[in-house]
Structure formats: structure tokens, C-alpha cells
């Protein structure tokens, strides 16, 4: 009994679309390589998986097929096609900064005379929108500021106090030290005997009371 025949659709389970997809690269490669040797033909393969994973195979050098391929009548008809969709992208480009760069300008309040009411008034609006945001980005960077600021100086202030402490400390260590080196000082003796001067006698004087005076 045969086998029934296959619906050609994408097969949604990703593990056996995976399987087939070797399989028939496989094959493909096989019926590529039984044209090159049965017919003297040079064939290149080209194939990019559903991931974008390049798998390819040639007869020959698949660098010469393809530069063969180009100088041919479809060659040249893909080069011709190549080189309209490069003029196309660039055009849009230009447009599209030919349209950038006149916003610009509008952004800037140049060139706003040939404006319409509804085209001031969209202006408007972004410009206010641009303005907020402005705003809000300008009152952020300088919250920020303070905070670093406040930051700054409570750090400097910390530092201020640890070093007073410190000279405080080391002013009391000197205080102290010369108080030990003044105690420690040998005391100077006092003379033992009082200086003859001090021991003279007065001459003996009469009463003047008891004689009369």
C-alpha cells in the first residue's frame, strides 16, 4: 500500500519542522549533487533556515557561480532591481530628514510664518510638552545638587567635630604634661640659718614713760 500524499503546509511543531528541514536540506543537497555529475552542470545551493542559519553548497567555487550568476541577463535584471530599492531607501531618507530638520526649525521658532492655525497649535502643544519635561528633568538635576550639597557639608561638618575633639585631646595631653614636668621639679632648699643682719640686737633703750617724759 502507498504512501498517502503529504499536505504541503508549515508544519507548526517547531521539533519536527526542525527534522524535516534536515532531511530535506539533505535531500535537496543529494538531487543537487546527482545534477552537477549526471548533466556536467554547475549548481550552487543557498538556503537560510527559518533561524537565519546560512547553509549552502556548490559544485564549484560558490564565489564564481555567483559573480557568473551577476554578469547573466537575470544577474544584471537583480543589480538593476538592487540598485532601485538603494535610490528608494535613500529618497525616503531624505525626506524624512528634510521633514526632521524643518520640525527643527519650527522647535526653534524659525520659519513658523508659513504655519497653519492647526499646525501652530500642534506646535504649541509639543512645545509645551518639551517645556515640562524640561522642567521636570532641570527641578531633578537640582534636587539632586542639594542632596549632595546637604551631603558635602554635614560630611564636612562631621569632619570638623572629630578634628576639634582631637586638637581638644591633644591640647589637654600637652596641659598635662607640663603640670607632671612643673611637680616633678626638684624644690630649692631654704637657708638653715637666718643672716646675721637679721639677729643684730637693738641697743637697750630706757622707757621714756618710767623716767618722767
Known sequence: MGRGKIE???????TNRQVTFSKRRGGLKKKAQELSVLCDAEVALIIFSST???H??????????????????????????????????????????????????????QEVNSMKLPELFKLEEQLEKATNQVRRRKDHVLENEKIKARNKMRR????????????????GHIEEDN???LL??????MPTAFPATL?????????LQDIGY
Open 8 to 14: 504541503i503546509k508549515m508544519i507548526e511543531n517547531s
Open 52 to 54: 537565519g542559519k546560512l
Open 56 to 109: 549552502e553548497w556548490s559544485s564549484s567555487s560558490m564565489k564564481k557561480i555567483l559573480e557568473r550568476y551577476q554578469k547573466s541577463e537575470h544577474g544584471l535584471g537583480l543589480m538593476d532591481y538592487q540598485h532601485q530599492q538603494l535610490l528608494c531607501e535613500m529618497r525616503r531618507i531624505t525626506k524624512e530628514n528634510e521633514s526632521l530638520q524643518e520640525r527643527l526649525r519650527h522647535m526653534n521658532g
Open 156 to 171: 564636612m561638618e562631621e569632619e570638623h567635630i572629630i578634628l576639634q575633639g582631637m586638637l581638644d585631646q591633644h591640647q
Open 179 to 181: 603640670v607632671n614636668f
Open 184 to 189: 616633678c621639679q626638684p624644690l630649692k632648699k
Open 199 to 207: 639677729l643684730r640686737l637693738q641697743p637697750n633703750q630706757p622707757n
